[in-house]
T-cell receptor, first 114, second 112 residues
Framework: DGGITQSPKYLFRKEGQNVTLSCEQN?????MYWYRQDPGQGLRLIYY???????QKGDIAEGYSVSREKKESFPLTVTSAQKNPTAFYLC?????????????FGDGTRLSIL | GDSVTQMEGPVTLSEEAFLTINCTYT??????LFWYVQYPGEGLQLLLK?????DKGSNKGFEATYRKETTSFHLEKGSVQVSDSAVYFC???????????FGEGTQLTVNP
């Protein structure tokens, strides 16, 4: 079955440490997205990529970095510069045939501080 | 810029009650509108969508109609079940592409 796989499901970060969240999709989608979700709040866009080797900052990119070397993969690195990283992180993908295309989501990674 | 406003939660209903979750939006042009559902500990699943004015999206007994004149996309279900307990998100994508703008979500709890 096609879908989006995020790993790990739970992740713990120590002070001063960078951690990388994995996102892989086999839907042949061009566009991929990273969102942050805090308790009781909506989703905020961190970064998105519409094509391989290209990505754009979303609304809350500070303290995060991404790469898009392959169509199937869009890893997110939470750097030590992100002072409040505890949140639920969601990866999504969509086709690039214009507006109206829904995004498909993974099951998320929950990041906590040790 | 684009924005989505949802009714504040949480919403608590008894099984078989009627559900309405209000959603209004601000956007230029003719956005596409979506409802997503999130069950505990999971990602979001697309529930329904509408891409032009007066379209009605429907799925699993849920419905929402794209009302351009009132810039609304309210979610309704005639008879909720305990299994409908989840967080519901209204979202839009503008005319320039597939980037989504989400509302803050509405927590629904259905009691037996």
């Amino acid at each position: 079955d096609g879908g989006i796989t995020q790993s790990p499901k739970y992740l713990f970060r120590k002070e001063g440490q960078n951690v990388t969240l994995s996102c892989e999709q086999n839907l042949n989608h061009d566009a991929m997205y990273w969102y942050r979700q805090d308790p009781g709040q909506g989703l905020r866009l961190i970064y998105y990529s519409q094509i391989v080797n290209d990505f754009q900052k979303g609304d809350i990119a500070e303290g995060y970095s991404v790469s898009r070397e392959k169509k199937e993969s869009f890893p997110l690195t939470v750097t030590s510069a992100q002072k409040n990283p505890t949140a639920f992180y969601l990866c999504a993908s969509s086709t690039q045939t214009g507006a109206g295309q829904p995004q498909h989501f993974g099951d998320g990674t929950r990041l906590s501080i040790l | 810029g684009d924005s989505v406003t949802q009714m504040e939660g949480p919403v608590t209903l008894s099984e078989e009650a009627f559900l309405t979750i209000n959603c209004t939006y601000t956007a230029t042009g003719y956005p596409s509108l979506f409802w997503y559902v999130q069950y505990p500990g999971e990602g979001l699943q697309l529930l329904l969508k509408a891409t032009k004015a007066d379209d009605k999206g429907s799925n699993k007994g849920f419905e929402a109609t794209y009302r351009k004149e009132t810039t609304s996309f309210h979610l309704e279900k005639g008879s909720v079940q305990v299994s409908d307990s989840a967080v519901y998100f209204c979202a839009l994508s503008g005319t320039s592409g597939s980037r989504l703008t989400f509302g803050e979500g509405t927590q629904l709890t259905v009691n037996p």
